[in-house]
């Protein structure tokens, strides 16, 4: 998958360490942003993660209901990624005062439908969106929210933009690879782009 985006076979060797862990285990978390160097130099040559991508989700559960036909697995596991993974952070750089000059973007990967900005998602399509995904998009705006909250430089519903990504289901992955991956995402930093294809 990652060669067809472009990146070489040495890229992805030298720069893709994937660690066994949990979104909800802070060790796990921290181990992933410092790419294990805490726990293999102790207090010394600690070197964060320059970007941090989450596009975390859960699986949809339906139920016979009109007010919640449809839920995740884990209703919360958006809002608990950003908050552990904020709190990891913190906790990085408590322990390793030298890591608060390598602060990591943070890229979220969310949804439409839940702007503060604007409607972003079609009329006929806003029943389905705000009541059938109530759920699922109550979760990605709590994750947008802890986000936003943790980065003063970002303004609630400041500096939102919509780009178009380009047509196919590839296309919103390929811009995050391009804008964010490779070129290190600085022209987009503080923020909120909404893709659409």
């Known amino acids: 998958m990652l060669l067809a985006q472009g990146l070489s076979q040495s890229i992805i060797d030298t720069q893709l360490t994937i660690i066994k862990g949990d979104i909800a285990n802070i060790n796990a978390i921290k181990a992933a942003i410092a790419n294990n160097s805490i726990t293999t130099t102790g207090t010394s040559a600690v070197k964060l993660a320059s970007h941090i991508i989450s596009g975390i989700g859960g699986t949809p559960q339906m139920h016979i209901s009109l007010s919640k036909p449809l839920t995740i697995d884990n209703p919360e596991v958006c809002a608990i990624a950003a908050k552990n993974i904020i709190q990891s952070l913190q906790e990085i750089y408590a322990a390793h005062p030298s890591t608060s000059q390598q602060r990591p973007s943070i890229t979220v990967i969310s949804t439409t439908g839940v702007s503060d900005v604007r409607e972003d998602v079609p009329f006929g399509f806003r029943t389905f969106y705000h ?60 923020q909120k782009v909404t893709l659409t294809c």
């Open 131 to 190: 009541v059938v995904l109530a759920d699922p998009h109550k979760d990605k705006k709590a994750m947008e929210d802890l986000v936003v909250a943790s980065h003063q430089n970002i303004k609630h519903g400041k500096r939102w933009q919509m780009v178009k990504a380009g047509s196919g289901g590839q296309a919103r992955s390929r811009w995050i690879c391009e804008q964010i991956v490779k070129t290190g995402g600085e022209s987009r930093f503080g």
